[in-house]
């Protein structure tokens, strides 16, 4: 009996341990990235481009998506103010699935941004494939990065380790309470992940 509770005290302790580390984490990324992000278009410095983060379209229920039509108007919003030249659009491209080719004609079509400042990245697959392309592919090292600000922040964080001059402008987020946690709970475990790449000095590739 005194070896099960050893043994379930050890697994309990290194649950808490692990529970503890995951937090340091997301601190972390929150510490280094503080003071980075903006919400409002008159307090954003200016910055060369802006790398949009690609999300879907259409949700699946086949209704458009609010998450990418606010980082679209958040895109067009600092064009319009004159806070960027250039645009990249990143996401992914696939079969009958092309996240870049949507949000530049969404830019030209329905907000009015010049067609021949945008970009198309149809390998931003992921997160930090995109600020890796952006910066290695599309030479492109000051930026203002478009997304929601829960997304921002580890954007950011991948920026910062790529040496870049990098601001988050957040886009507004939809704020159902279903939306909410489950891109909060998502983020928490991806920023561990975005943590331990650097620590570990891993490129995440895919």
Known sequence: MKKILDLLKSFFTLVEMGILLMILANVWVFAVTNGKTFTKISKIPPRETALVLGT??????????PYFTSRMD???LLYHHGKIKKIIVSGEKSKGYDEPSAMKNYLVYQEGVPENIITEDPKGFKTQVSINNC????????????????HNLRALFYA??????????DAQDVLSNQSFYRNQSREFLARVSAVLFYILNIEKKG
């Open 74 to 76: 958040a895109t067009a």
């Open 135 to 150: 910066k290695n592919i599309y030479q492109q090292n000051n930026v203002i990065i478009v997304s929601q600000g829960f």
């Open 160 to 169: 910062r380790n790529n040496d870049m001059n990098a601001l988050g402008f």
């Open 56 to 65: 879907s379209p259409r949700m699946k229920s086949g209704i458009s998506n």
